[in-house]
């Protein structure tokens, strides 16, 4: 049986594109939204080395802003991305709303990596992002988050490699962003 030439070709490029979906990390299946509604897929971030963090901008641990800033501009060109999730989960030390956090984080703390919708991280409406991360890394609490600034640290394959606490200090990442980059 012969098959014309555009048959064969789009049975094969199927069968290829297929099977690059099927191997896809479940990481990469995931999307979230921008603080102005966007949807953001991860699959934009994929062969990237990706730092995600909840973040509050009330919170005694706001200074490691400055860090996660700080790393974003020191490893960007070699493939890192910070990802900043917003989370009013503890004691409400995020106030600001999706429409006026993006500036108060630039102008008050630095940021210009990206920052996502607020979200919860704990509860029934915690964030699928989120749900995913803890599902591979559990903390000391189980898979729950204790705090702003828990931060995942996913490699260029969409597998979740480590999960630091709120305490750990952006700079003290840094090895092993370094490591992974290589």
Known sequence: MHLPLFNLTFLLFTSLFMTSQSTLSPFYKLSTQTPSGEPVSMTQYEGKLVLIVNTATKCGLTPQFEGLEKLWQDHKEGGLMVIGFPCDQFANQEPETNETLEEVCRINHGVTFPLMAKSDVNGKNT??????????????????????????????????VKRYAPTTKPEAIEKDIQALLK
Not at 148 to 156: A, C, G, R, S, Y
């Open 127 to 160: 964030n699928d992002v989120f749900k995913y991360l803890k599902s591979q890394k559990g903390g000391f609490l189980g898979s729950k988050i204790k705090w702003n600034f828990t931060k995942f640290l996913v490699d260029q394959n969409g597998k979740v």
